[in-house]
């Protein structure tokens, strides 16, 4: 990853991709204390749009303000440098990684004169899932990791050190034959997945856990606000791991992870054991609106 051609942005600066370097003794390798964001953009008929960029851009920004941090650029700013980090790279389609970190101006807890560095990559990226399962489905076991506590980290921001926690599940969960963990919050309710938030679909009515341990998923949003255009009800609610064996349907949600259907938890078949039919047309619908493809939704793409 590190050894390729192309351009990342670095602190207001595209630099050669072999030179996006940092010091050893960066802040944030160190303590995990940093935020992020994962941004598609997709090819459409325009060219490259960015799929709600500004949402996103707000949202990193959050994180930011939730840790303390103070990012030295404003919004526009960022959404310019996404936009040009697409660009530059003559990049059709792309996974944008924002990230803002704290530099080796000094080391321990203690240190209060940490500048904030921030980059934009960009790349091509297919199917976070593999291509071959956003049809068929995957296999996802119920974590042994919990979701964070809310008052151990901050699961409103998409910080750096939160995502220990999504690796041990997804490495235990992939140790074990799955595609996927599904985490439970500390009280034994469903949360989301490492890096995905949970849908599942029961009597025609999708549920979704509510925000209190899972990060607030621009993807959740847009399939909310999709599937309640299509008439099919959606409710939040807390959602116990026996609702998902028993439930129709079920699909993760992520800008990463797009909409994947959930063929089986924990070495059950949900449903008929592959993508169910509400699954099937948002996931259709979901294309469609980030290729541009549905006018009604084109207030959400920026083209690069
Ligand atoms: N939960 C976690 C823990 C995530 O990392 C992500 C990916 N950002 C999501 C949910 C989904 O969020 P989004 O739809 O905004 O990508």
Redesign the pocket.
């Known amino acids: 990853m590190a050894d390729r051609d192309g351009l990342i942005w670095y602190d207001g600066e595209m630099v050669p991709w072999r030179d996006a370097r940092t010091h050893v003794l960066t802040h944030t390798l160190h303590y995990g204390m940093g935020v992020f964001e994962?941004v598609r953009a997709y090819q459409t008929e325009r060219g490259p749009a960015i799929f709600r960029l500004e949402e996103?851009t707000r949202?990193l920004f959050r994180s930011a303000h939730i840790l303390g941090m103070t990012i030295p650029y404003t919004p526009a700013e960022l959404n310019a440098a996404q936009v040009a980090a697409v660009r530059d790279n003559g990049l059709k389609s792309a996974y944008l990684r924002p990230m803002c970190f704290f530099g080796a101006e000094g080391m321990g807890l203690r240190a209060d004169n940490l500048q904030v560095h921030v980059i934009v990559a960009a790349w091509e990226w297919g199917a976070y899932l593999g291509a071959e399962n956003m049809e068929r489905g995957i296999r996802v076991k119920t974590s042994s990791f919990n979701r964070h506590h809310v008052n151990v980290t901050m699961c409103k921001a998409?910080a750096n050190g939160?995502y220990m926690n999504?690796m041990m599940a997804l490495q235990e969960a992939l140790a074990c034959g799955c595609d996927e963990a599904l985490l439970l919050d500390t009280e034994g309710y469903v949360s989301?997945?490492?890096?995905?938030?949970f849908f599942l679909i029961s009597d025609g009515v999708i549920y979704t856990p509510d925000l209190t341990s899972?990060?607030d998923?621009?993807?959740?949003r847009t399939i909310m606000t999709l599937a309640e255009e299509c008439g099919i009800p959606v409710r939040e609610k807390r959602i116990t791991r026996d609702e998902v064996y028993a439930a129709d349907e079920a699909f993760f949600?992520?800008?990463?992870a797009e909409v994947t259907p959930i063929r089986q938890l924990d070495g059950r078949s949900i449903g008929h054991g592959g993508r169910g039919p509400i699954t099937e047309k948002l996931q259709t619908l979901y294309f469609d609106v980030v290729k541009g493809r549905h006018p009604k939704h084109e207030g959400w793409l920026t083209y690069v």
């Open positions: 994962g996103h949202r998409k939160n999504s989301e997945g490492s890096g995905e938030n899972a990060l998923g621009i993807t959740r949600t992520g800008t990463a």
